[in-house]
Every structure is written in C-alpha cells, then in structure tokens.
C-alpha cells in the first residue's frame, strides 16, 4: 500500500487501540466472574477451629477414706538413764551397747568392800543391843532396873536395826541392776572407773513399743478417737507401711498454739527405731462405695468444677467435693458414674471447646504446643 493512504498523528493510533482494549476488558470479566465470587467466599468463610488434644478419664467407684495427716519423729515407750546409787570403782562392766537386758538384770557391780564392812559393823552393834535389851527384860520384873532404862535400850536396838538395814541397802547398790527392760542405748563407764554417787552410766530404751505424737489443729478434735488406725512411712525406709493405732489424746487445747496432742503407738520393729522421721496418717472415716476422680481433673478457677466431655465438646461442671485420699478425689454431687472428665490438656480448655481424647503422652505433647501457640499469638 502506498505509505500515503496510512493514517498519521497520535489521534489515529488511539482510535485504533480502543476496540482491543474493549475486547480484553469483556474477556477478563467473562473467566474471573464466578471463579473470584467462589473464592470469595471461600475466603470470608472462617475455618472450624481445631480440636484440642486431651486425655480423660471416667468417673468411677472405690473406697475412700477421710483421714488426717501430719508428720513426727519416733520416740521410745520407756527410756531410763540408769544411775549409780552408791560411789565406788566398778569391778566389771557386764553389758554393751545394744544389748537387750530384762529389768533387775546385773549391768555394773561395783567395789563392796566398803559397804560389807559397814554391813558387819552395824550388825554386830545390833546384835549387842538385842542381847542387852533381852536382859533388861528380865531384870525389870525383879525390878533391877527401870522402866526407863528398858525403854532407852529398845530405842537404840531400833535404831541399831536401822542403821543395819541401810548398810545392807548400801551394799545391795554395790550391783547396778536394770530398772526396765530395753535395750542398753549408751554406755558411758568402763571397767576400772572411779563411780561418783547419782552419776548416769547407762541409758536404756524400751523398743517394744514406739510412739509419735502429733500437734493437731483443734478443728480435728472431734474426729480423731482413741484406738483408729495409723499409717506410718518413714524417710528412711522408703516404700514400707507401718501399722497402729491412736493410743491417747491429750484432753486439752494448747491456748497458744491452737493444738492438742495426738499420740500414736506402734509395735516394736526390728527396722523400726527411736528418732526415725516419718509422716503419719490417721483413718477416721472411709467411704467403701464413693464416686471418685483424679485430683489433677479438678480446675484452679475458685469454685470446684470439672471439664466434662459430652458429644466430643467441653462443658464445665460445678461439683461438691468430698473426702481426698492420695491422687483421688471424691465427688459427691454433679457427675455420675462413667463421666469423662479431662485430666490433661485443660488448661487450653473453654466452655464448648472442640475436643480429642488421645493417650497421657501424646495429650501431654500435643496441649504443651497448643498452649505455646496461645501464647505467642496473644503476644
């Protein structure tokens, strides 16, 4: 074509594109109208939220007991500190320590040398007097000697007798016997030691019989009784249970500090020892047929309540709470037997939440990632 017949200038051009950009406008609308209104409103849809990983255990029946728990030290039935009654050098030392002795049982026999010559001397002066005094009877009837002088005479022979009794007594405290039966705790004499008067040489322990005595709130004092059964653990030997029972109760409460003494008896052990620390339960109730639940199913939000799943949904429950016993709680009004109550995972928990029962580990592994991710999306 010749180059004449061709338009010229910007406005030609303008005209010339018009109809195409028309064309394109009318294409893009006809392929994005129904695909952009579906995915609109896919995009304003909002998504079902995710369910919560739990785990949830049924409520169910066992025997539950009410009981008070405190901790004491151990302390022996009897204890004695054995002391000498007489002063001298001990001749021989006749038990250990550890040994068990028998009450009146030879511990210590001292030097009686002493005591057997204070021994024949006030028995020879009151062999004399009897002799005397003999004869002055006699005599009075002839009236050979008075009255008064038979009553002097019979005033010194008592005197003699007791001056002779206590010798007697004095050699006896030459052999330091047992004053209880026990066991020798300490020994603090040896063979050859010069022994003063009163001076303790032996302590002696009754172990047939140990005692604890708690300092109880005075809000228990009318449920503990004399004879309900104890349960005593010891530090020392874990994973063993000792049984008794309470022996005593004091009858009054300390104005100062609110308690009142709790004494419990326990029967002598060969493990079980004086001083021994350990933590004590009393039983004075039991529940043979309680509804029960884990404690850690129980929420920290004031009023007691539980989550409970019901149509795979949370639904928080207010309880009345009963007795404690360990890890279980009974409960004693708002769940029934076989309710699931949620132990693990309730802390991402809201009234309704979308929930799913899995085992302890992976419910554990699952709701600490959930709960991290509350957290960083509320920061």
Known sequence: MPAANLPSGPFPLRLAFVPLLCALLALTACKGGPAAEAQAKNGDAPKEADAVPVE?????????AASYTGTAALEARGESQVVAKTSGVALAVLVEEGQQVRAGQPLVRLDPDRARLAVAQSQAQMSKLENNYRRAQQLVGQQMVSASDVDQLKFDLDNARAQYRMASLELSYTTVEAPISGVVASRSIKTGNFVQINTPIFRIIDNSQLEATLNVPERELSTLKAGQPVLLQVDALPGKTFAGKV?????????GSGTFRVVCAFAGDDMLQPGMFGRVRIDYDQRADALVVPRVALLDDGEPAVFVVRDGKAVRVPVQLGYSEGEWTEIRAGLKEKDQ???????????GSTVQII???????????????AKGSKQ
């Open 56 to 64: 949830a255990v049924s409520a169910s029946r066992r025997a539950i």
């Open 341 to 351: 109550v949620v132990t693990a995972g309730k802390v991402a928990l809201r009234e």
């Open 247 to 255: 022996d005593r109760i004091a009858p009054v409460v300390d104005s």
């Open 359 to 373: 085992g302890r580990e992976t419910a554990a592994a699952k709701s600490a990632s959930v709960e991290k991710a």
